[in-house]
């Protein structure tokens, strides 16, 4: 157990929806990292929270967005959903701010856009 | 930009062998180089990391990687492998020194066999 907790485990939802994906960190922990795995991209960076602010930003879709609340909890919020946004999204906490921390990731929260 | 190339999307070895994944990276300065492994419907694990100390790397479970600038390889080693030890690995590479990005190879699945 790496102790970040993500929920839901899966998600089924329609195309065109709305949906949200939740992130515990490890306590202590104040950067948060949200990385999608697919098959056809593999595991791809989205966006990276420190103690609340925006730290680096990846290839995420306008039709994505994050944020890092006061108890350092995330949300990845996914709209107007489409097929192939069907993939694996992982949440990861560390401690600092850069790599040199190691990040713990957790078990992943599964999406099938149907 | 970094990248990594991991050569091989599957490697099939008999329990007790050597392990050999290969990864190059591209790195235009001296680079954070980690290795994850992937168990199936898991998160990823941290297995080792160079941070620009020592140039061979061990980490968990046995496995070790060597940091060859000239060759800009990071290939993980074990001397031999254990059933346990199929599952997904993946190299991957600090994007800078301010962030805790991560770019991630496309994996490699390592299949042990009896």
């Known amino acids: 157990d790496s102790g970040v907790t993500q929920t839901p485990k899966h998600l089924i939802t329609a195309t065109g929806q709305r949906v949200t994906l939740r992130c515990s960190p490890r306590?202590?922990?104040?950067?948060v990292y949200w990385y999608q795995q697919s098959l056809d991209q593999g595991l791809q960076f989205l966006i990276q929270?420190?103690?609340?602010?925006?730290?680096a930003k990846g290839n995420i879709l306008e039709r994505f967005s994050a944020q890092q609340f006061p108890d350092l909890h995330s949300e990845l919020n996914l709209s107007s959903l489409e097929l192939g946004d069907s993939a694996l999204y992982f949440c990861?906490?560390?401690?600092?701010?850069?790599?040199?921390?190691?990040?713990?990731f957790g078990q992943g929260t599964r999406l099938t856009v149907v | 930009a970094q990248s990594v190339t991991q050569l091989g999307s599957h490697v099939s070895v008999s329990e007790g062998a050597l392990v050999l994944l290969r990864c190059n990276y591209s790195?235009?300065?001296?680079?954070?180089l980690f290795w994850y492994v992937q168990y199936p419907n898991q998160g990823l694990q941290l297995l080792l990391k160079?941070?620009?100390?020592?140039?061979l790397v061990k980490g968990i479970n046995g496995f070790e990687a060597e940091f060859k600038k000239s060759e800009t390889s990071f290939h993980l080693t074990k001397p031999s492998a254990h059933m346990s030890d199929a599952a997904e690995y993946f190299c991957?590479?600090?994007?800078?020194?301010?962030?805790?990005?991560?770019?991630f190879g496309q994996g490699t699945t390592l299949q042990v066999k009896p």
């Open positions: 990861a906490s560390s401690v600092g701010v850069d790599s040199v921390t190691e990040a713990f």
């Open positions: 306590s202590g922990d104040l950067s």
């Open positions: 929270y420190y103690n609340g602010e925006e730290r």
């Open positions: 790195s235009s300065v001296p680079p954070y």
């Open positions: 160079y941070t620009s100390a020592a140039t």
């Open positions: 991957a590479v600090s994007d800078n020194g301010n962030t805790g990005k991560l770019i």
